[in-house]
């Protein structure tokens, strides 16, 4: 059985330490510092033969304005709402705060399954804390150490009578994306070519600070899921959320992760900006299309330019998307030097989409899932090894090989090797000097002529032996069979 279960508590309990004990990874940063957690993150979690979905939220705090604290609190309210049942968490080595007194109160007015839990309680120095916690009314405090994992079993006995009430199906969503998918000569493989809800299509939204990520992912959702505000690097967590987008076939499973923003290496100095965008990067490795998401005012810049640079190198399907579009005055002129710049600074991602968003008011939304489908279906593009083989005559007769050191490069076949993204193979004769300027040329006719544009694209040379048994062993070649070869190297026949 599933069931959501969100872990609540005062900033600094431990909840994010929990979150990652129940889902056997470290998915949430940890910090010593309060108020690491800011957005919800879910993970699918187990506990014996118990699985079940858990949400680690930001610490309840008492602001309820607009600042950032009361928006955190509004976030962990909702994670309340959603979920079948809380987890309550107070820290047994500070005792009852007047803090956890409110709270509590709260989460008996907002859900009826609440369960009080007393963590950091190994060692004598939480016994009182542990008494404490009966106060607050909650029934029995389970007894927790999640750094050490203890107090897990008591958790299990609470919750076991609780999920044989709830009536979900469990779905397991694999994180990681198929790549480098190999393909036989028919250029036939056994990826998956439709996103399902057991592999959706897995999509991160990356992008310096401030440039409007969370916002965008709020507007997909259509509700303020993710926290938003002036204040740039509000993200901190790489955090995924499932949803369904319109596609030419019917809906399209999606797996969208919110970033944090990506600013340059020599000004991340905190180590928790550290965590956050190795977290972002880890994202990019999930994710089989990047959305890179510009800020129109500041297009382009050195991070971003990285940034699209990194995710090509990954392999991974790329879309450039300019937000904050409903700001540009002159857009027909915007729009032309953007498309320059892109393809001056990007030669390596040419063809790819260009689209202009505005997160605010969902105006281009629906281009840039069409976009990201399109980058998708583009990126498992496979070409048949007969088709290859023509396309690659017609490109010698136009453009020969050519002749380093006097010796001509005969290109014998090309096939297609994998896909996710696409690789190619070239079978010739001295691989090791084909200049770089002659598998430019023959990658960019693959892009042009096969209709796959923007995507990254893999191409190997490889030699190809003879059949001669006596290749590179001249020396030891017999006299009849030297005489018998005539003038000619033995190497050469």
Known sequence: ???????????????STLFNRLVGKRLALVDDQPGVTRDLR??????????????DSAGLE???????????????ERAVEM?????????ARAGVLPADEVFADILRKK???????????????????????????????????????????????????????????LEEVTEAPMMDVD??????????????????????????????????????????RMLTGPEAGITRDA???????????????????????????????????KLSVSDGLRAVKFAEVVVVLLDVAVPFEQQDLRIADLAEREGRAVVVAVNKWDLEDDKSNKIRD???????????????????????????????????????????????????????????????????????????????????????VVMCSYPDKMPASYSRYLVNGLRADFDMPGTPIRLWFRGQGDDNPYRNRTKSTPSRLRKHLGKGRADEV
């Open 338 to 424: 953007l498309r320059e710049a892109f393809e001056r600074l990007l030669p390596q991602l040419k063809g790819a989409p260009l689209v202009t968003v505005s997160a605010k008011t969902g105006r281009g939304l629906d281009r840039l899932q069409e976009a990201v489908i399109r980058a998708h279906e583009v990126w498992n593009r496979r070409v048949t090894t007969a088709q290859l083989n023509r396309w690659l005559a017609g490109m010698m007769e136009a453009h020969p090989p050519p002749a380093p050191g006097g010796r001509r490069i005969k290109l014998r076949y090309m096939t297609q090797a994998k896909t996710r993204p696409p690789g190619f």
């Open 111 to 169: 859900n009826s399954h609440v369960i009080l839990a007393a963590n950091k309680a190994e060692g004598r120095a939480a016994d009182g804390g542990v008494i404490e916690a009966y106060s607050l009314g909650l029934g029995e405090p389970i007894r927790l150490s999640a750094e050490h994992g203890e107090g897990l079993n008591d958790l299990y006995q609470q919750l076991r009578p609780l999920a044989d009430g709830f009536e979900a199906a």
């Open 42 to 55: 879910e993970g699918e979690a187990r506990l014996g033969d118990l699985r079940f979905t858990v949400i």
């Open 239 to 273: 955090i995924s959320v499932n949803m369904e987008w319109p596609g030419p076939d019917g809906p399209v499973p999606v797996r969208l992760f919110d970033t944090a923003g990506m600013r340059k290496k020599a000004k991340v100095q905190e180590k928790l900006e």
């Open 183 to 224: 393909v036989d000569e028919e250029g036939r493989s056994d990826a998956p070519r439709v996103p399902t809800r057991a592999r959706p299509l897995q999509v991160a939204i990356v992008g310096r600070p401030n440039a409007g990520k969370s916002t965008l992912v709020n507007q997909f959702l259509g509700e303020e």
């Open 62 to 76: 008492e602001a309820t304005d607009d600042s950032l604290q009361g928006r955190m609190r509004k976030l962990t």
């Open 1 to 15: 059985m599933s069931f959501p279960l969100a872990i609540v508590g005062r900033p600094n309990v431990g909840k």
């Open 83 to 91: 979920a079948d049942v809380c987890l309550f968490l107070i820290d």
